[in-house]
């Protein structure tokens, strides 16, 4: 492959700080067989976390057959009791003679993740498999909400009244707008390993979620990194994650969903039969053409751990070039890439992180202590984190976004609440100041010029992806830049959001500020990357802010096909449309 730079030697790896870790980290085996080989597997002396990450590193490739179940039962977010279930044993490493890839091997012939059922059997029907009590309790909240949204007084719009959201548009708290209690759909109602799939109400959190399917040793199949961000939320917004290179959008996993439509029917969606269009045009409405009550998700198996590659490229292309090469072979030097996302930190500092579904760990790291997950990219070239913690690695610090609360000063870092270093922690500080113009009349108190809010996430064709980076680095000079590979899983395109089916794009995520020159006006960075996304033909998420004028926007996301589903499902526009809500930002 072009462009992948061997791994360094110095400061390498956490190993280099770790003994038994791998010294240079180029290889998946070195790192397993060092570990299996000092003290019987045993990874000592604490390594760059603090202390409670060392304990869980030694146990988790202690050998002591007890204390390794125990870490895969937690590290599949299931109870003890689990464990032979949940997850593989630190002895199969050694068992395999230490190499990874064996060990790997080893894992599946003695049916490590035992609770992982070979194959998916037939697809559910409607909520099939809900316990009874369950079912009767979610089928009198979906009637309850009916009447609740009939009563609502008409020709008002109406809003989902829910006590988190990841959007960046802040709109007023506005007296007109009427809030729909949804609070009963915020649970799971139903894992079913046999079929690998679930049945999950609207609302729920991804962390709730994930907890929920962990415990049989399964997980959604893309799994967005913020805690807080819903189900319904990544499905009608457009989540992604690490996985979507193999697994495609949220979207794509759902087998059928319950919507409560604007028009006030509850309907089943699926993409057969009569409501398939609505299927087919839910992700990327918004909430704008109905709310999803309940969703059937199909599930995959995991592995404990996550063995975690950090590759780092001097140029835009050859990062590029290498995700175009591992979404071709969809591995890397033989190893299977389960995971690819990444960071520029400028045009001539990128990194690919590639992650491999592990049943072994000669080390655990832990970035929700003093150490921070996006430094660890630069600084180490591998590292191994529990399932759970590599889905909420970017939670901790929301990507690096912690910074202008002063979470990454050590001394801060230390005085602030564990339990509080969380995204939607300092999404309600940010709320809080944007609604009492806290920094803005500070800032213009202080005579310092004005910035800008840029905080998008766009998706540019892959052989393209080079030139939109030289173009951000160049006009909007913002870094670091999140990238997150996907391609689509199913054949078809997705009509509000059409992406092409088979092709591989690149999400490039920035969420910050920068300044503005005297004469730019506020959103003149935005309409910038705008245009360029459009002209690389690329998309643009609509979870923050827009500027298109509305004749750009409906040619973006298919007018056509929203005003033919807005007429079948909600003529009476009793929801915002979808321009107001994301352009207007009513
Ligand atoms: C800084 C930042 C980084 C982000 N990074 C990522 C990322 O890396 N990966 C990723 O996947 N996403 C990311 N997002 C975007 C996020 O996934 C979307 O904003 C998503 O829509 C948020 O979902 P939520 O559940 O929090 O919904 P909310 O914020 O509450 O609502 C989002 C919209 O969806 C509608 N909605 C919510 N629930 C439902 C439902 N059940 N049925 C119908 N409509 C509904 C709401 O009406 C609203 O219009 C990021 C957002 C921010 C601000």
């Known amino acids: ?33 060092a570990a299996a080989s000092a003290g019987g597997g045993r990874a000592t002396g604490g390594g760059p976390q603090d202390g409670g990450s060392g304990s869980r590193a030694a146990r988790a490739s202690s050998g002591s057959a007890a204390g390794g179940r125990a870490e895969a039962a937690n590290a599949a977010g299931g109870r003890a009791e689990d464990a032979n279930a949940a997850g593989g044993r630190a002895e199969d490493a050694r068992a395999a003679g230490g190499r990874a890839e064996d060990a790997r091997a080893a894992g599946h012939a003695e049916g490590a993740i035992a609770a992982s059922p070979p194959a ?14 369950e079912l009767d309790r979610h089928r009198a909240a979906v009637a309850a909400l009916r009447q609740a949204y009939q009563e609502l007084p008409a020709g008002e719009p109406v809003r989902l009244a829910k006590p988190t959201s990841n959007l960046f548009r802040f709109r007023d708290a506005s007296p007109a707008l009427h809030g729909l209690d949804v609070s009963a759909f915020d649970h799971v109602l139903h894992v079913d390993p046999v079929t690998q799939t679930a049945v999950v109400g609207g609302m729920t959190t991804y962390e709730h979620l994930a907890d929920a399917t962990l415990r049989y040793g399964l997980m959604p199949l893309v799994v967005p990194q913020l805690k807080t961000i819903t189900l319904g939320g990544a499905v009608t917004g457009l989540g992604i994650e690490s996985t979507s290179l193999r697994n495609g959008l949220p979207h794509e996993s759902v087998i059928e969903m319950e919507i409560l439509t604007g028009d006030g029917r509850v309907v089943t969606a699926a993409p057969e039969g009569e409501h398939a269009r609505l299927f087919r045009g839910f992700p990327n409405s918004y909430g704008t053409l109905g ?16 063995h975690l590659r950090h590759r780092p490229f001097g140029s835009l292309d050859d990062c590029m070039s290498a995700v175009g090469q591992i979404a071709a ?25 590639l992650g491999t579904f592990s049943t072994v760990a000669p080390w655990l790291s832990d970035y929700t202590r003093q150490q921070i997950y996006y430094r660890s990219v630069q600084r180490y070239r591998e590292d191994f984190l529990t399932v759970r913690d590599y889905l909420w690695r970017w939670d901790t610090d929301w990507f690096w976004c912690s910074r202008p609360f002063g979470v ?62 030289d173009f951000f680095f160049r006009e909007v000079r913002m870094r670091p830049v999140w ?33 503005l020159k005297p004469g730019q006006p506020d ?38 096909e929203y005003r033919a589903l807005k007429r079948a499902y909600d003529p009476g526009a009793r929801l915002l449309g979808l321009y107001d809500k994301c352009v207007r930002g009513r």
């Open 291 to 306: 709310y999803a009550l309940s969703l059937t998700i199909e599930l995959e198996p995991v592995k404990p751990y996550v």
């Open 329 to 353: 072979d969809r591995a890397i030097d033989g190893v299977p890439v389960d995971f690819i996302d990444g960071i520029a930190f400028g045009p001539d500092e990128l990194y690919l992180t």
């Open 120 to 133: 998916r059997q037939s697809v559910p029907a409607t909520l099939a498999g809900v316990p009874a009590p």
């Open 408 to 469: 990454q000063n050590p001394a801060i870092r230390r005085l602030w609440p564990r339990r509080y270093r969380r995204s939607d922690i300092y999404r309600r500080l940010v709320a809080f100041d944007r609604r009492h113009g806290l920094t803005s009349q500070m800032n213009k108190s202080r005579q310092v010029s004005p910035r800008e809010d840029v905080i998008q996430d766009v998706e540019i064709p892959v052989e393209k992806g080079a030139g939109f980076l």
């Open 1 to 33: 492959m072009t462009g992948v730079t061997g791994a360094r030697t110095a400061g390498s790896s956490p190993g280099g700080r770790r003994s038994g870790g791998a010294a240079e980290g180029g290889s998946i085996g070195r790192g397993v067989e």
């Open 523 to 560: 959103g003149y960075h935005n309409r910038l990357i705008e245009d360029e996304v459009s002209a690389l033909g690329g998309r643009k998420g609509l979870y923050s802010t827009a500027y298109y004028t509305e004749d750009e926007f409906w040619r973006q996301y298919n007018g056509q």
């Open 483 to 515: 990238l997150c590979p996907l391609r689509l899983r199913c054949g078809a395109s997705w009509p509000l959001y059409p992406l092409e089916p088979g092709h591989v794009y690149v999400n490039f995520g920035f969420w910050g500020t920068v300044p």
